[in-house]
């Protein structure tokens, strides 16, 4: 079961480090042309056929980014930061921020799908969450190719999270103590079992020899609350993400025992699991989906929008406070890395029981 988590990080792991380091200009766009001019002669050389017009660039009317969670989460990060830059740089009006909770997303994409499936206004939250439900099968009556995939244009890490009078200070304490008695620690976070941020402790309980099944878990609709619950005594240790503790630890709200990666991220006082001699990493990509019936003038508006955001000093800005690596992943690349996660997923799920028939 050991190999379950190299294998994670080679399928995952190098993917979205190679996609990160890839060129920039591969992006998937696709430029808008105005059909030409046609005047058709006749023998009486007065007369001119009437002109084609050139056809009417999209703009949405009502844009809305819909977070499949409860605020305070990634999906939420990513609808609010990204939707404020579609706004500051003129793409858009003032873009919508509906929050949808529940099943780890199933609700949202469920309610899309039967009622906004055509939105040409609509675009929705994604992260490997999405791609871990897809996966198990978890939507039920959906698949991933039902949606359009927009892009990504962020790497986060997961993160090991405690308070700070946790009676543990390093993640070997941690394992020290998982491992005397995997029952006593009550693990959180902003997914339901088998989603993505239970899937870091599916991984990491195999690396250290745990069984998974014996650790408990209780799941929130998002990180926000996540963090709500370990404040609160609820849980005892959050496995969320970089983006999503990042404040809170910089206030000194949170002990990060270890980012779930191979680079320590700066601006955050935490080992990685890498160098704390671990081999579980999990990278994160922060994106954008689409309705699958949005029309293909509206698709590379977004496109386009957002590897506009992608690379503004604004984004930079924001990914530097919130703790987030560079990524670019847009159109028909982000779609073929997308679908690929779905099925490496879907295998990763299945020796765990997790995937639905």
């Not at 941690?174 to 989603?195: H, K, N, R």
């Amino acid at each position: 079961m050991l190999r379950l988590g190299r294998v994670f990080i080679l399928v995952l792991g190098l993917a979205l480090v190679a996609a990160a380091c890839g060129d920039s200009e591969s992006d998937t766009t696709v430029a808008a042309t105005a059909a030409p001019t046609t005047v058709a002669t006749t023998a009486a050389p007065t007369t001119a056929a009437p002109t084609t017009a050139a056809p009417v660039a999209f703009a949405p009317d009502s844009p809305e980014c819909v977070a499949p969670s409860d605020p305070g989460g990634g999906w939420d990060f990513t609808c609010r930061t990204i939707g404020q830059l579609f706004e500051d740089q003129g793409s858009t009006g003032n873009v919508i921020v509906t929050n949808q909770p529940g099943g780890g997303g199933a609700v949202a994409f469920a309610d899309i799908a039967a009622n906004q499936n055509d939105n040409s206004d609509l675009t929705i939250a994604a992260s490997p969450a999405t791609a871990i439900r897809f996966g198990q099968n978890q939507y039920t009556g959906l698949e991933a190719d039902d949606f359009r995939w927009i892009g990504a244009i962020g790497a986060d890490f997961g993160v090991v999270a405690v308070l700070p009078d946790a009676p543990w200070d390093t993640l070997d304490e941690l394992v020290a103590a998982v491992q005397a008695d995997p029952t006593s620690i009550v693990f959180g976070g902003g997914s339901p079992e088998g989603g993505q941020d239970h899937f870091k402790v599916l991984i990491f309980m195999v690396e250290i020899g745990v069984d998974p099944a014996e650790v408990p878990w209780v799941a929130y609709d998002g990180g926000g609350e996540a963090q709500i619950g370990l404040l609160g005594g609820e849980i005892e240790v959050f496995t969320g993400d970089v983006s999503e503790t990042f404040a809170s630890a910089a206030d000194g709200e949170l002990k990060i025992l270890a980012v779930m990666g191979e680079d320590r991220i700066d601006g955050m006082d935490a080992p990685t699991t890498i160098e704390l001699g671990y081999t579980t990493i999990f990278p994160i990509w922060r994106g954008l989906l689409a309705p699958g019936g949005m029309s293909d003038e509206a698709y590379d508006f977004w496109v386009d929008a957002l590897g506009e955001v992608e690379a503004s000093d604004a984004w930079a800005v924001e990914r530097e406070n919130n703790g987030l690596l560079p990524l670019r992943l847009l159109g028909a690349d982000f779609e073929a890395f997308a679908l690929d996660a779905v099925n490496s997923f879907r295998v990763l799920s299945e020796p765990f029981g997790l995937v639905a028939p």
